[in-house]
């Protein structure tokens, strides 16, 4: 069982995922449906905070890029100084607003049917794309030099030029993957979760699907590290995929329905794998913890509260969740 080493209220009753803070170790980010700010790990209070003032909840992790935090919800997106918090702008909605990819130059996102992009220091709106009307950009961009990746829900990927916004190549998946749900990156590879229970290894040059992995369901999240996709299906496994072929790396197994075997929980909370570490999050409230080249078991750890799904760990410091009634809690990391 685990023990709260550390706990910050914010003010919410309810929290998106922590952020991160590259540059910042000792930060996490918070936001909630009133405020927004960060916490020093290193003390007991928040470094800062302030009501947000958002069209509606915060509900997209927070994300930082070139000393600027953004973060929003479906309504409205704002950014913040990632030092004191100082405002800086804001951007509503025209339909609906997807989940934000951020860099220290641009900010690009979904909204309603168009893909668009805002400067991420001044706020200006620089360019937009607009995909097949009546669907919804929900997912965050991939960006891999000055390329961009888009995989709206009109079940095409495009890919743009990040600066101008003009469309260099399509790829029609409709009949394959319905839509996609997730991008991420794997060198020249852009490995994209479909709708329709597949994982795809595709080129960035050109969109050439190079692989496909069938996992047995649709494709809830998944996350790239050191040349493997790591992915829970509820067939009963997390498996890794070697990303340069799509073959099967290890899997691990999550649910035997029988006896035989401790049961896991549904994985709704992202994979995340630090330090050679996959860290999985169960509804169930427990946390697993598997080694990320082999995939056996190093530790089971039972939280101590509800918490949102999503698991943040931070290396030589320990694991941050969002408590489900609004305070960051900081344990120790089992493994």
Known sequence: AGRIRQRWPTGNGRLAPPGAAPDHPDQVLYAGERSVGAVSLLGSRPSWGSPHGLAGPAVFRPRCAGGRMICGGPQEIACWGLEGGAPHWRHRARAQLGVPLVTAQRTYLGDGHEVVAIDSQGGDLLWRFAATPDTLVSYAPAIRGETLFVGPGDGRLYALDAA???????????????????????GDLLVAGGYRDKLYGIATADGSVLWSFHAGNFINSHCVDGGSAYLWSPTGWVYAI????????????TTDYGDAAENWAAVMAELVVSRGRLYALAMDQVLRV????????????ALPEPVRPAVLPIPDVGLVFAATQGDLILLDDPA
Do not use: I, P
Not at 290 to 301: E, I, K, N, P, W
């Open 290 to 301: 598997l080694d990320a080249a082999t995939g056996s078991a190093q530790a089971r750890l």
């Open 164 to 186: 101008r916004g003009t469309l260099q190549w399509s790829l029609d998946g409709r009949s394959e993957w319905q839509y996609l749900r997730q991008l991420q990156l794997s």
């Open 242 to 253: 070697d990303t340069a072929t799509g073959v099967v790396r290890w899997r691990h197994r």
